[in-house]
């Protein structure tokens, strides 16, 4: 985040960001009938989105308005991805990519890739040995906007289980000198957080445009080699 950032949005701020993503989310295919869920941290609470609300169709005042316990105080039914937000947001809070907006979807592309696990979640090197990885670096700008995802494995939506080991991965990533911004449910869609919700629409976006050259291409690509890698890091500060 620059300087010139404040450090959190105003809460009528965040309520007209979340309702300006949802739509672009919901218009370009990102997000489905009720799926997915958008999040932001306030200076005291939280923001989000309501249970079974289409993101598309969003209104300002129906935001679920918590406050820093987690406990409801305004707005309809919050969303109970809340849960998982907040443990991604405590966290992040550690490492050198705090969260500030957590935004979570069923991109097309990206559940593919997790169906297909098989053969795309590999450990890329230098990465924690407890993670497969969704994606190989195959494009230098997956390496500079979204870095490393870790493929967390399937537990039921909502599953404290999923919240622990996103914990870990945060955590781990960080410890390596690769703090990270999405992790990959398993079957479900990626979390992804940054500064604002625009900031984590533009991570969203760069990663299952990834997610869809992974898939269409035939033969699949190599990864990046190391040198091109370590060069991203050097010259753009690319945390991989």
Sequence with gaps: MSDSTPLYLSEDEARTEI?????????????????????????????????????????????????????QIGGDRASKTIVLH??????????????RCVIHTHSTHLVACSLMAGATADRQPGTPPAFAELLPPITPYFVMKVGHVPHIPYHRPGAPEAAQ??????????????P??????????????????AAAMATLEELEETARLWMICQPQPAALAPEHIAELRRVFGAAW
């Excluded at 080991?165 to 690769?178: K, T």
């Excluded at 911004?181 to 919700?197: E, F």
Aim: aromatic share 6%.
């Design 19 to 71: 309702c300006r993503v949802g739509r672009e989310l919901f218009t370009r295919g990102y997000v489905h009938a009720t799926a997915g869920n958008i999040s932001v941290k306030l200076a005291q609470g939280f923001l989000i989105t309501p249970t079974d609300a289409c993101l598309g169709q969003l209104t300002p005042e129906r935001l679920a308005l918590l406050d820093d316990a987690g406990v």
């Design 165 to 178: 080991a996103v914990v870990e991965a945060i955590e781990q990533y960080a410890q390596a000198g690769s």
């Design 86 to 99: 907040r443990r991604i947001y405590e966290a992040s809070a550690r490492t050198a990519s705090p969260a």
């Design 180 to 197: 990270i911004r999405a992790v990959m449910l398993a079957r479900l869609g990626p979390n992804v957080w940054h500064d604002t919700p």
